[in-house]
């Protein structure tokens, strides 16, 4: 189970004391390039296209598992969740990012996918 930070309005002294200290670990400036940004980009529109092909995804089984669809339905659905699993195959080689780059990690939610 995840802490909360504990915030005491008694002691804002040393509330502040604690954030400077982490301040001074963040680095004082980021160096960008073109190439990093663009990795970082896509790698962020991916993982969110990812998260939701696979919300996609796992609705669509539930549908085909139902009777709502028609044959024809669940045969435009397969081929059009292929489809998508294919281009994101070839997105993630273009930006020359794998399945486990997609996987973020949340913390003490743990990972994304």
């Given at each position: 189970?995840?802490?909360k930070?504990e ?8 509330f ?7 301040a001074?670990?963040?680095p004082?400036r ?5 190439q990093?940004?663009?990795?970082g ?11 939701v ?15 709502d669809?028609?044959p ?7 081929l059009?969740?292929?489809?998508l699993?294919?281009r994101?195959?070839?997105l993630?080689s273009?930006?020359?990012l794998?399945?486990?780059d997609?996987?973020?990690n ?5 990972r994304?996918?």
């Amino acid at each position: 189970m995840p802490q909360k930070p504990e915030i005491s309005a008694t002691a804002p002294e040393e509330f502040v004391r604690e954030l400077r200290q982490v301040a001074d670990l963040l680095p004082n400036r980021i160096n960008i390039d073109a190439q990093s940004v663009e990795q970082g980009l896509a790698k962020l529109v991916l993982t969110l296209i990812e998260f939701v092909r696979r919300l996609l995804e796992a609705q669509a089984l539930r549908r085909m598992e139902g009777t709502d669809l028609t044959p024809e339905q669940i045969e435009e659905l397969g081929l059009a969740l292929m489809k998508l699993e294919k281009r994101m195959k070839d997105l993630k080689s273009e930006f020359g990012l794998s399945d486990e780059d997609l996987n973020l990690n949340l913390g003490p939610i743990g990972r994304l996918m």
